[in-house]
């Protein structure tokens, strides 16, 4: 089955300096990779997501690549801010039986020190 | 996600005790689906449903039962076989996909043993 390896497991940046996390995952089949930002006690949140026909999407300063030849993607977020810290968890997609079954990492714990 | 509602916020239950965990979304997605958080981890799938009346085990479905009724609901029982029950519950949905969509998560369930 599908297995996601996130990291780091903990990050600390300047605010407005960049971040990025990085995630491979083994299923060569696995076909859409969203990324979620969970604040402490919150739902995650989805901020980003790529499917394997496309290397790099970008929205605002939240950017990710995707090598699927390597099978790792990456979150980039740039101009770093307060509110950007909180934990990210990225995740794979395999379709099994016309069901999405979505395996995530074990997380980042993003903090932006002022 | 406003369209996915769980309820209780806070959940307690007694040794020996089954206790069901209720999700309820108007997004008129067909498929949903249980996790299980524990602390500084992933998410975990426990249970997920694509269609009325048809669910499927996830990953760590031992312990825990689901009944999909309804196109709105999926209730989660945990029951007294769960032996370490104490974990934040998401329950997330999404539309049955021909490419992969996103999934969307509720506030969550935090259960703990008395």
């Known amino acids: 089955g599908e297995n996601v390896e996130q990291h780091p497991s903990t990050l600390s940046v300047q605010e407005g300096d960049s971040a990025v996390i990085k995630c491979t995952y083994s299923?060569?089949?696995?076909?859409?990779f969203p990324w979620y930002k969970q604040e402490l006690g919150k739902r995650p949140q989805l901020i980003i997501d790529?499917?394997?026909?496309?290397g790099e999407k970008k929205d605002q300063r939240i950017a990710v690549t995707l090598n699927k030849t390597a099978k790792h993607f990456s979150l980039h977020i740039t101009e770093t801010q307060p509110e950007d810290s909180a934990v990210y968890f990225c995740a794979a997609s395999v379709l099994i039986q016309g069901a999405q079954k979505l395996v995530f990492g074990q997380g980042t714990r993003l903090t932006i020190n002022p | 996600d406003g369209g996915i509602t769980q309820s209780p916020k806070y959940l307690f239950r007694k040794e020996g005790q089954n206790v069901t965990l209720s999700c309820e979304q108007n997004l008129n997605h067909d498929a949903m689906y249980w996790y299980r958080q524990d602390p500084g981890q992933g998410l975990r799938l426990i249970y997920y449903s694509q269609i009325v009346n048809d669910f499927q085990k996830g990953d760590i479905a031992e312990g825990y039962s689901v009944s999909r009724e309804k196109k709105e609901s999926f209730p989660l029982t945990v029951t007294s076989a769960q032996k370490n029950p104490t974990a934040f519950y998401l329950c997330?949905?999404?539309?049955?996909?021909?490419?992969?969509?996103?999934?969307?998560f509720g506030d969550g369930t935090r259960l703990s043993i008395l």
């Open positions: 790529i499917r394997s026909n496309v």
């Open positions: 299923d060569s089949a696995s076909n859409y």
């Open positions: 997330a949905s999404s539309m049955v996909p021909t490419g992969n969509q996103p999934q969307h």
